[in-house]
């Protein structure tokens, strides 16, 4: 266990919708990294935030967008939802070594 | 931009030997070296990593080794076994401290 929670651990919705992901890190971590994995692909960086600002950008779209809220855990909402935003959805925590959750599967249908 | 190339894609071994997966970087400011296993479904695990002013690091039957000047990095892992099958990311940090991650290796020990 990485110390890391996600929340849920899947989600099926529809083209066109919206959701929210959930990420708590580890206790005293301040860092906060999104990640998506689509089938049979590597990991790929979307968004950093650390202490509740926005760090790093990685190549997240415009309908994705993430905050981080003042106890440390953060949401990254995914809106107007394509077939193509199925994945997998890591979030991970930091010091220096990160640290991944459990994971979010979104299947969109 | 910043990039992780990793090399094989896919790798065979028989259980009890070596396995080597290599990667190399693009950004020569890059530091910090990890290497994490993911099982399939499963969140990527942090197997060993290495800072940049260290050329070897071992871990039981995990090395990594770190060739700064020519900008790459191998994983070797000895006496494999069958539970060692997973797919393997090496990453580096990048300029902003998030990790680029290479494609991954998908390693089968065939017992």
């Known amino acids: 266990d990485s110390g890391v929670t996600q929340t849920p651990k899947h989600l099926i919705t529809a083209t066109g919708q919206r959701v929210t992901l959930r990420c708590s890190p580890r206790s005293g971590d301040l860092s906060v990294y999104w990640y998506q994995q689509s089938l049979d692909q590597g990991l790929q960086f979307l968004i950093q935030y650390y202490n509740g600002e926005e760090r790093a950008k990685g190549n997240i779209l415009e309908r994705f967008s993430a905050q981080q809220f003042p106890d440390l855990h953060s949401e990254l909402n995914l809106s107007s939802l394509e077939l193509g935003d199925s994945a997998l959805y890591f979030c991970?925590?930091?010091?220096?070594?990160?640290?991944f959750g459990p994971g979010t599967r979104l299947t969109v249908l | 931009g910043e990039n992780v190339e990793q090399h094989p894609s896919t790798l065979s071994v028989q259980e009890g030997d070596s396995a080597v997966i290599k990667c190399t970087y693009s950004d020569s400011a890059s530091n910090y070296f990890p290497w994490y296993k993911q099982e399939l479904g499963k969140r990527p695990q942090l197997i060993i990593d290495i800072r940049s002013n260290v050329g070897e690091k071992k871990d039981q039957r995990i090395a990594v080794t770190l060739n700064k000047t020519a900008k790459h990095f191998s994983l070797h892992i000895t006496e494999t076994q069958p539970e060692d099958s997973a797919v393997y990311f090496c990453?580096?940090?990048?300029?902003?401290?998030?990790?680029?991650f290479g494609k991954g290796t998908k390693l089968s020990v065939k017992p």
């Open positions: 991970a925590s930091s010091g220096i070594t990160q640290y």
């Open positions: 990453a580096a940090r990048g300029s902003q401290g998030n990790l680029i």
